[in-house]
């Protein structure tokens, strides 16, 4: 499939998210080489596939590649007559063991799931030798066991080792006086003693290396010589030995090397397979039906890189309706129209689920090309126009019955008129080759012709006119209006310029600006009631958009008249009336407005005020937006005190911090920190809340790390022995202490009993914290994570992950669809910022350990917590009354909190106190 238009589709990111759910490097290479493939009868079977996967995944089936390995490399060198390490065959044998259990796991499901069974008749049978290497290798080294020769070797060169320590011991005591230090170490692989240097003749033998200060000299003594020259001849012996045990494994592998890289092929097949089954899961996708009648019906089909903020609409083709002519406002969703369709067949194609709803159809195109964007090239010497140009001209010559094109603002970037003449002309070419055809146009001419032309629909998207607010809503049988000279004036532009455009695009002065903003009407003139959607009218069904997002209510007027903080400079709000504007882009000044207000192009979920509007924000504005970071601006890391690295709600992007800013905050910003964009700038932060900090052991000083969390996800590994409620309690306490709202992630459940983790779970639970439990071999309790995650990301800010160590942070980042941010090695103190497809922001935290709050002695470590520190061991503290104790610490104002009452308490039982 023509790869520009995969490209312009972002079908590259589909990819990465299919990698990024893969189990080993096999699957994920084959991944992200994935793309649409060549026929419908094999879109079909690799369809089936995925279908045999997600349903395995929802019945709860863990489907095992624990312990399988990328290990092409080595059965290649194998093969070639190479020698292995022993890390090597290590890696060798547990890939085999993991074959097997996935062998076994097909073969028992076989019934449910009969052609993933098949790809297990691929698989060899290795056991002789994963036998053999386990016999030959133990805890990272040859073993004795590997040879008769090598275990003689070893003995001797035990006794020689013994009887040269025996030796130098008796040297010792004979030299005590001229010893620097009574010990026996090793120099250049030969014992040696410590002599000063001034005693070196009193100490016959050789000198193998001094110390710095020249004061010792460390000497084999000649009483040892023989025996250590002995002793290197029989070490010699043994790596010659070593070498031919791990040269007899290595012909073993070399043997089955044609064998082993067909399973380790089936095995990337299968990993393919499944992560196109949690992706499908991830989605909430379904199998589309395929049909040979040249339909095209996608029943609330969703972009699905926008994950649930994303708005559905029915996407409708057919052979003699092949062409469909899409209009509407600016920014009201019609590019991401064309990409969804592009996108959807592209990814139905490839084998995979799309996010559609239930009875999508689907015909099978051999051709999928889009004219998408802006196509400007400098090295190439194309304007827009040309690049447009050369871009479709290729297109309408390849052509046919069986090509879907998407073509983007036909007609632009050129005269109007030659513009509108050009676009039609290639309407009826393509019309002519009978290709289907999805395009979106402002130009009234080509509108004209998609509601006269056989063969042709229209449709528009929908706009509200009261709030000159998109709806993303597709309207077949519309005409929709840009609503250009509307958007215009709420956007900031002078009134007076929008004045004078409405006279000279009406003929009069003041022309039309009387009449409300033009709703879209459908064909047949049909009145819509003003406030009802205005797609009630007809049966077609949403596609992809966002859903518009709600701004704050305005503040009170005492909170308006307080002077601003270094954190809270946004746009003025002194003003009578407050007009919400959401915006991606990052801002740009627009000037003063007459009355002296400074007008800003607001980020989501700012409020701006807007002289035009009336003294209260409108009666819907919560219930029609519901901004969060996930979709406005969010700082994401602190490249260095002069820029950050930001998510302006589409993309990832690096601004400058203004001058005035970085004087206010010495400390630089946070990740979390809610920016506000003026001129490319980052020139405030709103105010924040909720920063957790790592503290200094010396200075005992505080830093924050990040700011606005709002809620502490603590993940916590049931298999690691230190596990227990003191450990938590440590974790519990540092939430408690920062005024965190905490969560609890019991990782890797599997390893231990559910009623054991039910015992550890309860008093916490009691005591009102929110538990869950994740199994990361089977994704068992995933969805509840996410639910979790999605309900932490609000418009004050997104949640945050603290990780006890091994808890399997990375793996879990990995199954959630991201890659955990790298650290340096040694002790972090440094948060960052981690976009979780589907799910929005989070915030890594370095572990409990490395933010200086956790101490090897819990009852010495308590000390760092206030207020319980200050309650709880202080002088007079009832400590043979765990109960006593624990009102004394959770009591506030004379009231008890009863959920630090359960805290407190859960933490004396394991110090034991009482």
């Not at 008749?121 to 073993?143: A, H, K, L, N, Y």
């Not at 310029?497 to 009406?506: C, D, G, H, P």
């Not at 350990?849 to 206030?866: I, Q, S, T, V, Y």
Request: glycine share 8%.
């Amino acid at each position: 499939m023509h790869q520009p238009t995969l490209t312009a589709l972002e079908f590259p990111r589909i990819q990465q998210e299919l990698a990024a759910r893969t189990s080993c490097r096999l699957g994920a290479e084959l991944a992200l080489a994935a793309g649409p493939l060549p026929s419908l009868e094999a879109a079909r079977a690799v369809q089936q596939e995925t279908t045999e996967a997600r349903a395995l995944l929802d019945a709860g089936r863990a489907i095992p590649f624990g312990g399988i390995q990328d290990v092409r490399g080595p059965v290649e060198r194998a093969a070639a007559g190479g020698v292995l390490t022993v890390e090597q065959l290590t890696a060798v044998a547990d890939t085999i063991y993991g074959c097997r259990t996935l062998h076994r796991f097909l073969t028992q499901h076989a019934g449910s799931a009969p052609r993933l069974a098949r790809y297990a008749e691929q698989f060899g049978q290795f056991d002789p030798i994963e036998e053999e290497i386990r016999r030959c290798i133990e805890r990272g080294t040859v073993s004795d066991r590997a040879s008769r020769a090598l275990r003689e070797i070893r003995g001797e060169i035990a006794t020689l080792e013994g009887r040269i320590q025996d030796r130098l011991q008796s040297l010792l005591r004979q030299h005590r006086s001229h010893l620097q230090e009574a010990l026996i170490t090793t120099r250049n692989g030969r014992y040696v003693i410590p002599i000063k240097a001034s005693a070196r003749s009193q100490v016959p033998g050789t000198v193998h290396g001094a110390s710095a200060s020249g004061a010792t000299l460390f000497v084999e003594p000649e009483a040892v010589a023989r025996l250590s020259a002995e002793l290197e001849t029989w070490r010699a012996m043994e790596a010659a030995e070593v070498e031919q045990v791990l040269t007899r494994l290595s012909g073993l592998v070399a043997e089955q090397a044609e064998r082993l890289a067909a399973t380790l092929e089936a095995v990337a097949q299968l990993d393919l397979i499944v992560a196109r089954g949690r992706l499908s899961q991830a989605w909430d996708a379904r199998p589309v039906r395929w049909n040979e009648a040249g339909e095209v019906d996608l029943i609330d089909a969703r972009h699905p890189l926008l994950g649930p903020r994303a708005i559905g609409n029915r996407i409708r083709l057919s052979p003699d309706r092949r062409m469909l002519i899409v209009t509407g406002p600016n920014t009201g969703g019609k590019t991401l129209l064309l990409k969804t369709l592009g996108l959807l067949v592209a990814i139905a194609q490839s084998g995979m689920h799309v996010p559609v709803g239930e009875g999508s159809t689907l015909c099978f195109f051999d051709q999928l090309f889009a004219d998408i964007g802006d196509q400007q090239s400098l090295e190439q010497s194309l304007s827009t126009f040309s690049g447009h140009i050369a871009n479709v001209a290729p297109m309408l010559a390849v052509a046919d019955r069986r090509t879907l094109v998407l073509l983007d603002e036909l007609g632009s970037g050129t005269d109007p008129h030659e513009g509108t003449a050009l676009g039609i002309a290639l309407l009826e070419a393509f019309q002519a080759k009978g290709a289907y055809v999805l395009v979106t146009t402002h130009l009234r001419e080509i509108k004209e012709f998609g509601r006269t032309t056989p063969g042709c629909q229209i449709a528009g998207m929908g706009f509200d006119g009261e709030s000159l607010k998109p709806t993303y809503r597709l309207v077949y049988g519309t005409l929709g209006e840009s609503h250009g000279l509307e958007i215009a004036g709420r956007a900031g532009l002078p009134a007076a310029v929008v004045q004078r455009a409405r006279e000279l695009l009406y003929g009069r002065p003041g022309g039309g600006s009387e009449s409300p903003a033009r709703e879209v009407r459908p064909a047949s003139a049909v009145l819509v009631t003003p406030g009802a959607p205005s797609e009630a009218s007809t049966p077609m069904q949403p596609t992809t958009q966002l859903a518009p997002a709600t701004a704050r209510p305005p503040r009170a007027p005492s909170e308006a008249s307080t002077p601003m903080q270094p954190a809270t400079q946004l746009a003025s709000m002194t003003a009578t009336s407050w007009d919400v504007r959401r915006e991606t882009a990052v801002s740009t000044p627009l000037g003063p407005d007459p009355t002296g207000t400074s007008l800003t192009r607001a980020p989501a979920s700012i409020l701006v005020a807007s002289p035009a509007m009336t003294s209260a924000p409108p009666p819907d504005a919560t219930a029609s937006a519901a901004p969060s970071p996930g979709s406005g601006p969010l700082v994401l890391e602190a490249v260095s005190p002069r820029r950050c690295r930001t998510w302006d709600g589409e993309a990832e992007r690096e601004v400058t911090v203004a001058e005035s800013l970085r004087r206010e905050l010495p400390d630089g910003l946070l990740p979390g920190d809610l920016p506000v964009l003026r001129g490319g700038q980052i020139v405030a932060v709103r105010p924040r809340r909720n920063a957790p900090a790592w503290r200094d052991a010396d200075t005992q000083r505080e830093t924050p790390l990040a700011a606005n969390v709002t809620r502490l996800l603590i993940l916590l590994s049931a298999h690691k022995p230190d596990f227990h409620a003191s450990v938590l309690a440590r974790h519990l306490l540092y939430a408690e202490y920062h005024g965190l709202d905490a969560a609890v992630c019991i990782t890797k459940a599997d390893m231990v009993q559910r009623g054991q983790l039910e015992r550890w779970l309860a008093p916490f639970r009691n005591a009102g914290v929110e538990t869950l439990a994740v199994d990361l071999t089977s994704d068992s309790g995933l969805d509840d994570l996410r639910r979790l995650l999605v309900g932490g990301q609000t418009e004050s800010g997104v949640p945050a992950i603290l990780a006890n160590p091994g808890a399997g942070k990375s793996t879990l980042y990995q199954r959630l669809g991201a890659a955990e941010p790298r650290r340096a090695k040694g002790p972090s103190y440094e948060a960052r910022a981690v976009r979780l497809p589907g799910t929005g922001w989070v915030i890594d935290l370095p572990s409990l350990r490395d933010l200086g709050m956790w101490k090897p002695d819990l009852h010495a470590g308590l000390r760092d917590f206030r207020p319980f520190a200050a309650r709880c061991l202080s002088p007079g503290c009832l400590h043979r009354n765990e109960k006593g104790c624990a009102v004394r610490a959770a009591t506030e104002d004379g009231e008890l909190n009863a959920r630090r009452y359960h805290l407190y308490l859960q933490l004396l039982k394991a110090l034991g106190w009482g």
